[in-house]
């Protein structure tokens, strides 16, 4: 929400961008916890079985009668990349829904910022830093700047977060 307010989304598309964040990765239900929660680096054939959760993901919100497109296409695109390298459909620029690319890089701060089987949390400025370097290649330059201009208090959730052991979500 704090992104979509910087971003000046109105209100319905800021519920549009909340509620595709929310559903971006149901996919992974699908993804064996071997997989999820394996502390090591993923095996060339368990990474073509992660890849496919945005596929599954759309494919449970359309078996299950959910028919927002632009929440699909958050759910089916939030790997895409701005110089076409992600997937699953390698689309690139703008060819990549908007909220998929805002998605993309809340996502990614997100990760950064919890930690994973295989390695510890980064810092904000870390994490900041790295969305920085890739904007322009694997993020939306300009939404990556908006999100980096959010209010301190936005990522003061994080520091808190980090200074008591929890995750933010």
Not at 116 to 124: A, D, E, G, N, S
Not at 131 to 139: D, R, Y
Not at 145 to 154: A, G, I, Q, T, V
């Amino acid at each position: 929400m704090s992104l979509a307010k910087a971003l000046n989304l109105s209100n319905s598309d800021t519920q549009i961008l909340t509620r595709g964040c929310f559903l971006h990765d149901v996919g992974k239900i699908m993804i064996p916890e071997a997989i999820l929660h394996k502390d090591e680096q993923l095996t060339k054939q368990q990474w073509g079985i992660m890849r496919l959760h945005p596929e599954i993901g759309l494919n449970i919100l359309e078996r299950n009668g959910y028919c927002n497109k632009k929440i699909s296409d958050i759910v089916q695109y939030h790997h895409e990349r701005i110089d076409g390298k992600g997937y699953p459909k390698g689309l690139s620029g703008d060819e990549i829904p908007f909220f998929s690319r805002a998605c993309a890089i809340i996502d990614a701060f997100d990760c950064m910022m919890s930690d994973r089987p295989y390695r510890k949390r980064t810092t904000i400025q870390q994490a900041k830093e790295e969305l920085l370097k890739h904007s322009g290649t694997q993020f939306d330059e300009k939404i990556v700047y908006r999100f980096l201009e959010l209010e301190d208090r936005f990522f003061d959730l994080y520091e808190a977060a980090e200074a008591r052991g929890n995750p933010v979500l």
